[in-house]
């Protein structure tokens, strides 16, 4: 096993572009370091290289590029494309690894680097580790012979096999016709294949967030910010509005009456229904520690178990293998739905719900609401100096904060990976309560903070 990891967080690489460690040189020996790592054998050895719409994607495209194919990979450039669409197509193709430049729900200036193996898997930690170890060395020998140099092309049909793929998810026989559906692709990976997948099923689709231009990707739109979907939702009178991400692996519903369905109402709603249909796997589902306890006091009351993992989709897809559950996600709308896809897919996801509307033929705002969310908080308390977790004091007023809750609610403390932030989150049925408990700890940790 290698050392700890350094570059890679919780979803790959990322960072502000043309800045440590998202720039060039950076990108440059990923893609050496990742192509001697993935060397099995004798074949020609191929990636699969997609992107969202990011300016600097360009700019890390070529980079990787070049790495690829000093490392004497073949690289099969897919244009902007969803995330999910790179794993998918990483098997279809019998790739040797699948990458995806992308830094999701994140502002334009930021990207990243998410890496795919020959299974259509995200990479372990022990694996990542290891390309990290690989990029701090000296990788000189290992390239390849002049004759032996990677050569790059361009898959033309990539766009057109995601979209015959996601849309071999929905049931045969049903249609959407008749449905009016507002879609935001958040200006992303997205803009061209999820409005066509819609339309080819017979819904009538407004686009919003479907003109990028570089800069705009989740520029007020998209599934982190909403208002616009349920605005234009109201405004065309639609039946459904659906918000994706930057590259299209979450996504976040809007019912007809404007109102916002977050991961664990979709998630319930897609647990309920295959449970119904006998297509769901393992007893349950796997969620994370964020999913509310509305959600588990639900599935339990069907008989169904909630599997939490950490924050990540990730962690969820590496529960549901450790289980044989086919069903996962997170509050934030990552769907894992692992009969058609390796990783989280936001237009999988949506079709899913789709065919469960268009079954009972009931309009969204009484489908979706599957259960009353327990009231939850969360903040978001800065820092200064070593992490506050361990000093005496906050692991006094975590204890006082767990006595107060008791066994009717719960208290998650957790570091950000990639800013000096403790993420302070409660839930119980007490509103109040819930904010009392928030506000304690959050006190604690800032006064920790200050004598710091």
Known sequence: MSGPRKLFGTDGIRGTANTDPMTVEVAQRLGQAAGLRFMRGTHRHRVVLGKDTRLSGYMIECALVSGFLAAGIDVTLVGPLPTPAIALLTRSLRADLGV???????????????????????????????????????????????DMIGRASRLTDAAGRYVESAKASFPRGRRLDGLRIVLDCANGAAYRVAPTALWELGAEVIRIGCTPDGLNINHQCGSTSPRALSTAVLEHRADLGIALDGDADRLLLCDERGQLIDGDQILALI??????????????????????????????????KLERTAVGDRYVVERMRELGM????????????????????????ALQVLAVLVERGRPASEALRMFTPFPQLLRNERF????????????????????????TGRLLLRES??????????????????????????DAIRRVSVAA
């Open 100 to 146: 995806m430049i992308s830094a999701s729900h994140n502002p334009f200036e930021d990207n990243g680097i998410k890496l795919f193996g020959p299974d259509g898997f995200k990479l372990s930690d022990d694996v990542e580790a290891e390309i990290e170890a690989l990029m701090a060395s000296d990788m000189s020998s290992r390239l390849a012979k002049p």
């Open 271 to 304: 647990a309920r229904s295959w449970a119904a249909s006998g297509r769901l796997e393992g007893g349950g589902v796997v969620a994370t520690v964020m999913s509310n306890m509305g959600l588990e006091r639900l599935l339990v009351g069907d008989g169904l």
């Open 326 to 349: 086919n069903v996962g996600g997170e509050q934030s709308g990552h769907m894992v739905l692992s009969d058609f896809a390796t990783t989280g897919d936001g237009l999988i996801g």
């Open 384 to 407: 200064v100096g070593p992490s506050p977790l361990l000093n005496p004091a906050v692991q006094e007023a975590r204890r006082w904060a767990e006595d107060e809750l008791g066994t």
């Open 417 to 442: 990976g990639t800013e000096p932030v403790v993420r302070v989150m409660a839930e119980a049925e007490d509103e109040a309560l819930v904010a009392r408990v928030v506000a304690g700890v959050c």
